[in-house]
């Protein structure tokens, strides 16, 4: 029978078919479109007429992976750690609930969506490393703007003290409705933030993929990642200790709280100000970089193009595509039109979406949900997140540059890994603790009062605010909203740990007998939780983490491989940001589940104080599934075996009709 056709390289089996290979004509190099040779492009590091024989030591990839690797550190360090550990600080300070702080944190999402596809089609033919310079400005501009706030927001006023009533207390609305104004900056911050990002993870690892050899590039493209994930690990160590520090240092650093006190609020602001100067130094060696790498037009040469070859690129170069922006819808239509590419770019996209609410609330959680102060969990988020999703990029690295993967074999790698990953999340569902006692909010006073209402007859005349947070743990293992809510007259100091007396809505303890005396009726604080799920959490979720990222290297390196043009590279890379709606729909879920909301003088509502943690934790999982299912509209029918899959298996099942399409057509006696 008479063959005839386009094959697809891609889809070649891992040993070689001599009489299937004498048919596929080979896709040829060729120089990127619209521009001359690399060759053209390449020459020494420096500045002009100014090129250092010293800088010529940094002028190969090698050099340019160690710019870009501490650019992307300090990017995450911003975006990804410090951000992520201040949320809940922020809240309180600010006022603001999840939701707010989720449009915060999806801004920068925004940004880079809307600048990423313009920026790779321009960028392209531009200059990249000095690309990368104008990253560098942005970031540390953008990271600048994210602490003003701070500095015009004023002194913290965290309350006085609750020993009495409240009765006196008035409302100033100039000045506790200005608060949640700063919104607004937050935003810009993050938009700046995202116009320094975009370059860095479309142009920036284009150009490392541009300058080294096939089999190496998913091995450097690895450790930058990887390297970009140190910075969040940095960010989040660094940002929990800082938060020990009290918000207004240096200038009130004593206080009547301490860092267990739900009203302390730590100096969230003071490592992205040092953030912003480190980035900032970072243009310098940027700048000096050629347009191209010595070697580059080598590398391009030795390199044969193993897209999905649907006659685009001959179509592409009949009509002299990639010139000039007109060329921009022509060249995003033959993209939508690519269907493995398309699915990739689904099953990337909705992965990071949840990962990125993940991320962005993990500290969050953490807190709230096994009682651990802001930092301490900020800490232990840290731990947990960014060495897994490090150590999951260099392993599936290594393995895709070790036995050299094609596009099969990279979706098959995907699926099992995502498999685990998905089977591992249900960590959520049983490691989730159960609500702690809490006076008027989900136990009563007693046996007198009702639920959702701090006030009881047992605290009636004593005209208590609730705009003012000081929460006790009382001897019957209930927490109060503060010492007046518990009815409570009188207090002592032991080394400076508040203990208090004669309090009216406190019963006997139920473990004690009623004999036996206990010296006090409550503690400052809240009470100790009970629940020891804490380190199952962690240890499961970290290899969660671990088998989610370890898709991450492989579907950029698929696309990378695969693609016709290079600008399309940049466009996929951007769609993996592409996580708009992740932390605002966790944001919602996360506020959905709360049971006392902060609420002033001025009956504003800012930040919640109690959650509902079985409600939210089946809300993160809930959402996470719903993304699952939305990615899986796959119910195929394969050999009269109906499957119906997860977005991973999904993915693999368009791959297989996508392929059994191309070889029936063209190769009737080739059974895949």
Known sequence: MKQQGIANLAFEPSSPDLRLQSRVSVSRPRPALGRPPPECDEGPCGWGSFTPRALQLCNNPEGYLSAYS??????????????????STIEKRFELNSSLTGVISASYDIAFCVLSLFVSFFGERGHKPRWLAFSSFMIGLGSLVFALPHFAGGIYQFGSKLEGNSANFTCNTSKESSLSNYLYVFILAQLLLGVGGTPLYTLGTAFIDDSVPKHKSSLYIGIGYAMSLLGPALGYVLGGQLLN????????????????????????????????????????????????????????????SETHDDGSEAFVEDRNIGKNFKDFPVALLI???????????????????????????????????????????????????????????????????????????????????????????????????????FAGVSETYNGTGKLQNLTAPCNANCNCLRSFYYPVCGRDEVQYFSPCFAGCTSFTVQ???????????????????DTEKVPFEAL???????????????????????????????TTVAILRYLVFILFNNIFLASQQSTIPGPILFGVAIDSSCTLWDINKCDIKGACWVYDNSKMAYMLIGISKKFIKFTNPCHINNRNKTIITTASSCLYNVYL????????RYYHHYDI
């Open 70 to 87: 501490l650019l992307a550190v300090f990017q995450g360090i911003v975006v990804n750690g410090l951000i992520n550990v201040s949320i």
């Open 245 to 304: 520090i009290y918000i207004d240092a240096p200038l009130q650093t004593s206080t009547e709280i301490d860092p267990d006190d739900p009203r302390w609020l730590g100096a969230w602001w003071i490592a992205f100000l040092l953030c912003c100067f480190g980035t900032w130094l970072l243009i310098v060696p940027f700048s000096c970089f050629p347009k191209h790498l010595p070697g580059t037009a080598k590398v391009q040469s030795e390199k044969i």
């Open 335 to 437: 993209l939508l039109k690519n269907p493995v590419l398309m699915c990739l770019i689904i099953a990337a996209s909705t992965e990071a979406l949840v990962a990125t609410g993940f991320a962005t609330f993990l500290p969050k959680f953490i807190e709230n949900q096994f009682g651990q102060s802001s930092s301490y969990s900020a800490t232990l988020g840290g731990i947990v997140l960014i060495p897994g999703a490090a150590l999951g990029q260099i392993i599936s690295g290594i393995l895709v540059s070790k036995y050299k993967l094609d596009c099969k074999n990279i979706i098959k790698f995907m699926l099992g890994t995502c498999s685990v990953a998905l089977l591992l999340n249900t960590v959520f569902m049983f490691s989730k603790c159960g609500n702690e006692p």
């Open 495 to 513: 080394k400076r740990k508040k203990t208090y007396q004669n309090c009216s809505c406190i019963g006997l303890p139920e473990r004690l007998p």
């Open 524 to 554: 400052a604080g809240k009470c100790r939780t009970q629940c020891t799920f804490l380190p199952l959490f962690l240890g499961f979720f970290f290899f969660a983490v671990v088998f989610t990222f370890m898709a991450v290297t492989p």
């Open 657 to 664: 009709n996508i392929r059994s399409f191309y070889l029936t």
